[in-house]
């Protein structure tokens, strides 16, 4: 099994997560734009490391282990059922990046285009990425990375004319409600914490480390980027569905007429590389539930297949995006996975140990 | 996987075809770029006027290359369906710089226009908007879409770069005070030629009023910067002079008054060049001078911004100088829940003018004493 740096892995997440924070789903995206986020976004990222101190302490000091691989040395049934239900995660995980992008392109870049096609080739390329496997996806994202910290910078620093600190208010103006309501759904799709619980095994260096730095930097990013859009946009970004895009698209400079098109191309790679390391994640998953060569083999595009599937199911029929959403957004399935799950293996283990302590002293 | 690496390879190749690129590409000559676009409305249905970039046409008096296109219909949406069937073309928006709206158009309401504008994927939402006098379709036939950005971008430069585009129609229409002024396009008196002095006020996203061209510049002196533009004023003593400007701040703070009554502080400091004095003194720039075209500016701007906040504020109840979101800021708990009290808020306000005003150079030479 080829092994990545920390460094290397961090900058994966970093760059799945802003694609989530690019496409904040319809409905909820005003939050982004709104000084509510000023608040919202740190109390998110001490949310997010309360939720990972269970894991922390189940893997605390064992090297070279996930949360599966923790779940199956407690005991075979209690390994399978974290599998199945992280299978189950990866797949719907991969499916919501699929219907984002394939969202954000129909409704907002290409009306005219057919979702389906773009969601089946966008999955494909994905899939294709990942059978190149994790290392070269880590590889990838050290240029992703750069050209999106350029195209960021380039696309605030032709904005810096509209910069007003006007739209700046209190960010407690609208009550608690909208910062809590923005702490809850950020902390709900900042689903690659459970990337971090799965690939563990897989990272060489510091974690604990690399995790404070990931968190820190990250929502200073999307602070950043809150705060830039705020000052610059903020009354046109605010009407906009997709804020960030509205964003690029005012941005001029140079010869860049469009800027949003630079913006679409770089948020491509970030979706490719955040369907292909869910895609990777499922494959993970269920050659630890069934670990046959067929599986091996299969996996891959099995994923890929149910994927896609899934997201043409989300993006044709609406009640069923509603109420998957709704309860994806609601914090709570994330909770389980990242929290919970640890939690209760973390006091199975304590019980276990407990037990095994007991035999050793009659 | 290696087994599986190649078809899915040849798999997503082959499916590369069904791509726009392949599938339903678009030639050129099928294909009418925008330039302008000119909204009115005509029987209660839109009429749109599209002026194209078409290398073989000659339609303008001007002689550029382009062609015009007309489409009506009860929705926008018909009406550049319409326009795209008379002319065989699909209408393409990514090149347009300026939306003309009708007077009769804009009396009624914007908004549909710019939802529908606002919505469109290839527009950019810096496009220039303007109000014609009277109809938009004349102006967008006999003027060239790029004289016609060239003017637009030009009254905003002049306007501190505040205003006149899509994103700012936009982000104004979405306050409860939703006040907007746009540039005003006006025939000359023979009517072969336009010209932007004044603006048009919109409140509510309906055209009110139009707007003075005083009250016009003025907005400008209250919203942005006006660095790089000339101002001429009368000195106290008789004569005129004008002031390049290279630098000017506005401030607006509310603050409520013991009685409840609210009132607006604003402050401009500005920095400005003395360019040019009539008649010409004899004894040279001198510091009497300096002062009495200080005192001239000052009085000038004063006078500038109360003309504006007189006929915008009091007169039109319309919020230009974003008073709501300048309460939202700084006196939250005043902040009115609806568009009405907003208007009355406004006309029940006071406004303190400070201007602040510095000479920085003289920018011109005294005459030497040797010549």
Redesign the interface.
Same mark, same amino acid.
């Given at each position: 099994m080829s092994r990545i740096t920390v460094s290397q892995f961090f900058v994966m997440l970093f760059l799945c997560r802003v694609f989530t924070f690019f496409t904040a789903v319809p409905g909820v995206s005003e939050q982004i734009s709104s000084s509510g986020a000023l608040v919202f976004l740190p109390l998110c990222a001490a949310l997010c490391a309360l939720a990972m101190l269970p894991a922390f302490f189940l893997l605390r000091g064992k090297t070279k282990r996930g949360i599966l691989e923790a779940a199956y040395s407690l005991s075979p049934l209690a390994g399978k059922v974290c599998a199945l239900l992280f299978l189950f995660c990866s797949l719907f995980l991969a499916a919501d990046s699929l219907t984002q992008f394939g969202l954000f392109l129909t409704s907002?870049?290409?009306?005219?285009?057919s979702g389906a096609?773009i969601v089946?080739?966008f999955c494909?390329?994905a899939?294709?990425l990942a059978?190149f496997g994790l290392e070269s996806t880590a590889r990838m994202s050290g240029f992703v990375l750069f050209f999106l910290l350029l195209s960021l910078a380039l696309i605030f620093l032709s904005l810096s004319?509209e910069m007003s600190l006007?739209?700046?208010?209190?960010p407690l103006?609208e009550g608690t409600t909208p910062i809590v309501r923005g702490t809850v759904v950020t902390f709900a799709q900042t689903s690659e914490l459970l990337l971090l619980l799965l690939f563990l095994p897989r990272l060489r260096g510091r974690v604990k480390k690399g995790f404070a730095l990931w968190l820190v930097g990250l929502f200073l990013c999307l602070l950043a980027v809150t705060l830039g859009t705020l000052v610059s946009?903020?009354?046109?970004a605010?009407?906009d569905l997709y804020p960030l895009y509205?964003t690029a698209?005012?941005a001029?400079l140079f010869s860049f007429?469009?800027m949003d098109a630079l913006h679409i191309v770089i948020w491509s790679l970030l979706g490719l590389i955040k369907t292909a390391l869910w895609l990777l994640l499922a494959r993970h998953c269920a050659l630890m539930l069934f670990p046959h060569r067929a599986i091996?083999?299969m996996a891959?595009?099995g994923a890929a297949a149910v994927s896609i599937v899934c997201s043409l199911l989300l993006l044709r029929i609406f009640p069923l995006f509603r109420a998957v959403y709704t309860v994806y957004l609601s914090g709570a399935p994330l909770f389980i996975v990242v929290c919970l799950v640890p939690l209760l293996l973390l006091l199975f283990s304590k019980k276990q140990q407990k037990n095994e302590n007991g035999e050793a002293v009659k | 996987?290696r087994?599986?690496?190649r078809p899915?390879?040849l798999?997503?190749g082959l @499916?590369?075809l069904?791509?726009?690129g392949c599938m339903?590409a678009q030639r050129l000559r099928e294909r009418a770029v925008v330039q302008s676009v000119g909204v009115d409305m005509v029987d209660g249905r839109y009429l749109l006027t599209l002026v194209y970039f078409s290398p073989n046409a000659q339609a303008l008096p001007t002689g550029a290359e382009t062609a015009v296109a007309s489409g009506s219909g009860a929705t926008l949406s018909q009406a550049v369906d319409n326009a795209s069937q008379s002319t065989g073309r699909q209408m393409f928006f990514g090149s347009t710089r300026v939306i003309l709206l009708g007077e009769a158009f804009a009396v009624q309401g914007i908004a549909p226009a710019i939802n529908y504008f606002?919505a469109n @994927?290839q527009l950019?939402?810096?496009t220039y908007l303007l109000v014609c006098e009277q109809s938009a379709a004349p102006a967008a036939k006999h003027v060239d879409p790029e004289t016609l950005a060239a003017l637009a971008a030009a009254t905003r430069a002049r306007q501190g770069?505040v205003g006149g585009r899509l994103?700012?129609a936009?982000?104004?229409l979405?306050?409860p005070a939703a006040a907007l002024c746009l540039p005003l396009l006006q025939k000359n008196a023979q009517g072969d030629e336009y010209s932007l002095k004044a603006g048009a006020l919109l409140r509510g996203g309906k055209l009110t009023a139009p707007l003075s061209e005083r009250s016009f510049t003025a907005l400008g002196w209250l919203l942005g910067d006006m660095a790089g533009t000339t101002l001429t004023a009368p000195m106290p003593s008789g004569g005129l002079c004008t002031f390049s400007v290279q630098q000017s701040r506005p401030k607006i703070t509310p603050r409520e008054q013991e009685n409840g009554r609210l009132v607006f502080d604003v402050a401009i400091n500005a920095t400005a060049a003395l360019n040019e004095v009539l008649p010409r003194p004899e004894a040279g720039i001198t510091d009497a001078l300096l002062k009495e075209a200080q005192s001239a500016l000052k009085s000038e701007l004063l006078d500038l911004t109360g003309v504006a906040l007189q006929e915008t504020a009091y007169e039109n109840a319309a919020d230009l100088c974003?008073f709501y979101?300048?309460l939202?800021?700084h006196l939250?708990t005043k902040l009115p829940q609806n568009k009405e009290e907003m208007q009355k808020l406004l006309q029940n306000s006071a406004f303190e003018i400070k201007i602040n005003v510095q000479i920085s150079r003289t920018g011109l030479e005294t005459p030497s004493k040797t010549r």
């Amino acid at each position: 099994m080829s092994r990545i740096t920390v460094s290397q892995f961090f900058v994966m997440l970093f760059l799945c997560r802003v694609f989530t924070f690019f496409t904040a789903v319809p409905g909820v995206s005003e939050q982004i734009s709104s000084s509510g986020a000023l608040v919202f976004l740190p109390l998110c990222a001490a949310l997010c490391a309360l939720a990972m101190l269970p894991a922390f302490f189940l893997l605390r000091g064992k090297t070279k282990r996930g949360i599966l691989e923790a779940a199956y040395s407690l005991s075979p049934l209690a390994g399978k059922v974290c599998a199945l239900l992280f299978l189950f995660c990866s797949l719907f995980l991969a499916a919501d990046s699929l219907t984002q992008f394939g969202l954000f392109l129909t409704s907002a870049v290409y009306p005219e285009q057919s979702g389906a096609m773009i969601v089946v080739l966008f999955c494909l390329t994905a899939a294709v990425l990942a059978m190149f496997g994790l290392e070269s996806t880590a590889r990838m994202s050290g240029f992703v990375l750069f050209f999106l910290l350029l195209s960021l910078a380039l696309i605030f620093l032709s904005l810096s004319k509209e910069m007003s600190l006007l739209p700046l208010v209190s960010p407690l103006l609208e009550g608690t409600t909208p910062i809590v309501r923005g702490t809850v759904v950020t902390f709900a799709q900042t689903s690659e914490l459970l990337l971090l619980l799965l690939f563990l095994p897989r990272l060489r260096g510091r974690v604990k480390k690399g995790f404070a730095l990931w968190l820190v930097g990250l929502f200073l990013c999307l602070l950043a980027v809150t705060l830039g859009t705020l000052v610059s946009v903020g009354g046109y970004a605010q009407a906009d569905l997709y804020p960030l895009y509205a964003t690029a698209k005012s941005a001029r400079l140079f010869s860049f007429q469009r800027m949003d098109a630079l913006h679409i191309v770089i948020w491509s790679l970030l979706g490719l590389i955040k369907t292909a390391l869910w895609l990777l994640l499922a494959r993970h998953c269920a050659l630890m539930l069934f670990p046959h060569r067929a599986i091996s083999r299969m996996a891959l595009p099995g994923a890929a297949a149910v994927s896609i599937v899934c997201s043409l199911l989300l993006l044709r029929i609406f009640p069923l995006f509603r109420a998957v959403y709704t309860v994806y957004l609601s914090g709570a399935p994330l909770f389980i996975v990242v929290c919970l799950v640890p939690l209760l293996l973390l006091l199975f283990s304590k019980k276990q140990q407990k037990n095994e302590n007991g035999e050793a002293v009659k | 996987m290696r087994l599986l690496k190649r078809p899915l390879l040849l798999l997503l190749g082959l @499916s590369l075809l069904f791509l726009c690129g392949c599938m339903k590409a678009q030639r050129l000559r099928e294909r009418a770029v925008v330039q302008s676009v000119g909204v009115d409305m005509v029987d209660g249905r839109y009429l749109l006027t599209l002026v194209y970039f078409s290398p073989n046409a000659q339609a303008l008096p001007t002689g550029a290359e382009t062609a015009v296109a007309s489409g009506s219909g009860a929705t926008l949406s018909q009406a550049v369906d319409n326009a795209s069937q008379s002319t065989g073309r699909q209408m393409f928006f990514g090149s347009t710089r300026v939306i003309l709206l009708g007077e009769a158009f804009a009396v009624q309401g914007i908004a549909p226009a710019i939802n529908y504008f606002n919505a469109n @994927s290839q527009l950019h939402p810096a496009t220039y908007l303007l109000v014609c006098e009277q109809s938009a379709a004349p102006a967008a036939k006999h003027v060239d879409p790029e004289t016609l950005a060239a003017l637009a971008a030009a009254t905003r430069a002049r306007q501190g770069g505040v205003g006149g585009r899509l994103m700012d129609a936009v982000a104004d229409l979405e306050t409860p005070a939703a006040a907007l002024c746009l540039p005003l396009l006006q025939k000359n008196a023979q009517g072969d030629e336009y010209s932007l002095k004044a603006g048009a006020l919109l409140r509510g996203g309906k055209l009110t009023a139009p707007l003075s061209e005083r009250s016009f510049t003025a907005l400008g002196w209250l919203l942005g910067d006006m660095a790089g533009t000339t101002l001429t004023a009368p000195m106290p003593s008789g004569g005129l002079c004008t002031f390049s400007v290279q630098q000017s701040r506005p401030k607006i703070t509310p603050r409520e008054q013991e009685n409840g009554r609210l009132v607006f502080d604003v402050a401009i400091n500005a920095t400005a060049a003395l360019n040019e004095v009539l008649p010409r003194p004899e004894a040279g720039i001198t510091d009497a001078l300096l002062k009495e075209a200080q005192s001239a500016l000052k009085s000038e701007l004063l006078d500038l911004t109360g003309v504006a906040l007189q006929e915008t504020a009091y007169e039109n109840a319309a919020d230009l100088c974003h008073f709501y979101a300048l309460l939202k800021k700084h006196l939250p708990t005043k902040l009115p829940q609806n568009k009405e009290e907003m208007q009355k808020l406004l006309q029940n306000s006071a406004f303190e003018i400070k201007i602040n005003v510095q000479i920085s150079r003289t920018g011109l030479e005294t005459p030497s004493k040797t010549r």
